[in-house]
T-cell receptor
Framework: QKEVEQNSGPLSVPEGAIASLNCTYS??????FFWYRQYSGKSPELIMS????GDKEDGRFTAQLNKASQYVSLLIRDSQPSDSATYLC???????????FGSGTKLNVKP | SAVISQKPSRDICQRGTSLTIQCQVD?????MFWYRQQPGQSLTLIAT?????????ESGFVIDKFPISRPNLTFSTLTVSNMSPEDSSIYLC??????????????FGPGTRLTVL
């Protein structure tokens, strides 16, 4: 079992819709959770971090964390074609050094 | 967030040679991290580079193959030694953002795209 699981997609949504990206993790001791966006040929860009159960909103992005279900999600409201990218879920486990990344979900936003 | 630069941005190397990748951060950080991203794959942590001590390597990565230096709080190098085509990958360094940001938020450099022939 992988430490962090994501559906590879592609997830296709029309422009203006809500994109919902999901991630599950295996280690209940996980402390911190992150969403990165990676455009093709570029390095990952941090877009959200979340540490407590519930929702955290930043502009069009909302991260949701449910530690009991070991589940993290990212909602993108009013999706734009410029949101088309691969979204990576990352989890910090135990020591500060230990990050696990999911395989990423490719999002396509169609005009 | 921290500004992180890497050199070279890309290189094409011959089998059996070595390449050293440099990573520079615009602020002092205690830890820097080196990742590998193979084609179409996610990121895998190679090692953590601590200033003033030996790097800590993850399972599957060894110092002889990936020696790391960390001479000061803003700079690190990763060497990919005795390269084979299987080492063709993107190599990324990362560091905490610093300032008011949570210490465990990591930011990435632009990456080094390595092709081994």
């Amino acid at each position: 079992q992988k430490e962090v699981e994501q559906n590879s997609g592609p997830l296709s949504v029309p422009e203006g819709a809500i994109a919902s990206l999901n991630c599950t993790y295996s280690d209940r001791g996980s402390q911190s959770f992150f969403w990165y966006r990676q455009y093709s040929g570029k390095s990952p860009e941090l877009i959200m971090s979340i540490y407590s159960n519930g929702d955290k909103e930043d502009g069009r992005f909302t991260a949701q964390l449910n530690k009991a279900s070991q589940y993290v999600s990212l909602l993108i409201r009013d999706s734009q074609p410029s949101d088309s990218a691969t979204y990576l879920c990352a989890v910090r486990v135990g020591n500060f050094n230990k990050f696990y990344f999911g395989s990423g979900t490719k999002l396509n936003v169609k005009p | 967030s921290a500004v992180i630069s890497q050199k070279p941005s890309r290189d094409i190397c011959q089998r059996g040679t070595s390449l050293t990748i440099q990573c520079q951060v615009d602020s002092q950080v205690t830890m820097m991290f080196w990742y590998r991203q193979q084609p179409g794959q996610s990121l895998t942590l190679i090692a953590t580079a601590n200033q003033g001590s030996e790097a800590t390597y993850e399972s599957g990565f060894v110092i002889d193959k990936f020696p790391i230096s960390r001479p000061n709080l803003t700079f690190s190098t990763l060497t990919v030694s005795n390269m084979s085509p299987e080492d063709s990958s993107i190599y990324l360094c990362s560091a905490p953002g610093g300032g008011q940001r949570p210490v465990d938020e990591q930011f990435f450099g632009p990456g080094t795209r390595l092709t081994v022939l």
